[in-house]
């Protein structure tokens, strides 16, 4: 296939604001979790699939999240939360989060 570019499980980005290995980056539907810290409008490569371990939203805490339940991002909060209203989905939940658990077991989910 001559416009095969690539895989699409890493891409790079324009942070939308400062930040962190490991943090999540939402540009518009994208998200994904970055390779490495980077400035705010700077490029930084993301993985958009895989399993992570996400800091759950101060109000997610007290959440119970099962296993195979949607999880969503607290752009505000840069948090993961089971709250869909305003919030982007960006997987599921492979790992049950009892309360007052703070991280959530997600599998991203690169298609939304």
């Known amino acids: 296939m001559k416009n095969f570019v690539k895989p699409g499980d890493v891409i790079t980005l324009a942070a939308p604001s400062a930040v962190v290995s490991g943090g ?16 705010s409008g700077a490029d ?4 958009t699939t895989g399993v992570f371990d996400l800091d759950a939203a101060t109000h997610a805490t ?21 709250t869909g209203t305003d919030n982007t ?24």
Do not use: C, H, M
């Not at 930084?44 to 993985?47: D, H, L, P």
């Not at 959440?63 to 752009?75: C, R």
């Not at 989905?89 to 939304?112: C, E, M, Q």
């Open 62 to 82: 007290t959440q119970a999240i099962a296993v195979g339940e949607a999880v969503y991002w607290d752009a505000t909060a840069k948090k993961a939360t089971k």
């Open 89 to 112: 989905k960006i997987g599921v939940a492979v790992a049950a989060k009892a309360s007052p658990d703070a991280v959530v077991r997600v599998r991203l989910n690169g298609t939304f």
């Open 44 to 47: 930084v490569e993301v993985k």
């Open 24 to 39: 999540g980056v939402l540009v518009g539907t994208i998200f994904g979790i970055a390779a490495y810290s980077a400035a």
